[in-house]
């Protein structure tokens, strides 16, 4: 099983280095490709003097995820964050969980937020409830097969909602994301903007307006602008809805 690692970035220079030294240090030889999306730090040079193979495209996840989708050559696609803590054996965790489970189409990670403080601890409770409910984001790091990926039609090109749906769920090890998006907002206010997003994409607002929305209304982890047409440039490295299960490796 050959699998692809593709990270979206956006002014991420000062975590990568710590996240590409996890997924090196696992005991496997994925494929890992960065696709950023307008970087105005050193984001791009960074990956460069790591090695890895680099994708500039325009501002929009969806796009970047695209874009990195189509370069890989996997047979198993992983969309991770560069904002998460990767656990140790997390990768492995993915081979074993496909391994085993043959008719699983891909799956997720269990999420928890860092810092030791109340609003970490109740979001990690807020979304253990909705993943109870069939609900999964990107931050808690999709995994998914090529040919089911491809059946389907791939990651739809918008700037919000991207991979919006379910997943079956690796409930050991857990993934850590940042919760520095949450910074300075009060519990009620990010369940209003969560409902808030979810009816207005429901009742077909354009998913860039709502992008642009998220900017004023919340404190977001980096610019969410309306995605334009795809720009791609690719640089090669320097040197050369599902069924809802949870997946626990054995002990």
């Known amino acids: 099983m050959i699998l692809s690692v593709i ?24 494929e890992i490709i960065i696709v950023d999306g307008g970087s ?12 890895l193979q680099v994708i500039e495209t325009a501002p929009g996840r969806g796009g970047q995820l695209c874009a990195g989708a189509d370069a890989a050559l996997g047979d198993v696609l992983f969309f991770l964050h560069a ?13 074993t969980a496909l391994d085993e489970n043959g008719d699983a189409v891909g799956g997720n990670f269990r999420l928890l937020f860092d810092g030791d403080n109340e609003i970490s601890e109740w979001l990690n409770g807020f979304y253990a409830r909705i993943r109870r409910r069939g609900v999964y984001y990107g931050d808690s790091g999709i995994f998914v097969r090529r040919r089911i990926y491809e059946t389907l039609g791939g990651i739809r090109p ?13 409930d050991q090890p857990a993934l850590t994301s940042s919760s520095r998006r949450f910074a300075g907002r009060r519990k009620w206010a990010i369940i209003a903007g969560w409902m808030m997003i979810h009816v207005l994409f429901y009742l077909g607002v354009p998913p860039g307006w709502l992008a642009n929305c998220t900017i004023h209304t919340a404190a977001a982890s980096g610019p969410m602008r309306r995605l334009n047409a795809p720009s791609l440039k690719v640089r090669r490295s ?14």
Do not use: H, K, W
């Not at 990270?7 to 994925?30: C, F, Q, V, Y």
């Not at 791009?44 to 003097?49: I, P, S, W």
């Not at 320097?238 to 002990?251: D, F, I, L, V």
């Open 40 to 51: 105005t730090d050193a984001t791009v040079a960074t990956a460069g003097d790591l090695g």
């Open 7 to 30: 990270i979206p970035t956006l002014n991420e220079a000062r975590r990568l280095p710590a996240l590409i030294a996890r997924l090196r240090g696992e005991a496997s030889d994925a």
């Open 83 to 95: 904002d998460t803590d990767f656990p140790a054996g997390g990768l492995a965790a993915i081979a």
């Open 238 to 251: 320097r040197s050369s809805r599902s069924r809802n299960r949870q997946y626990r490796p054995p002990a």
């Open 158 to 170: 918008i700037a919000l909602m991207e991979n919006y749906g379910n997943t079956i769920c690796i």
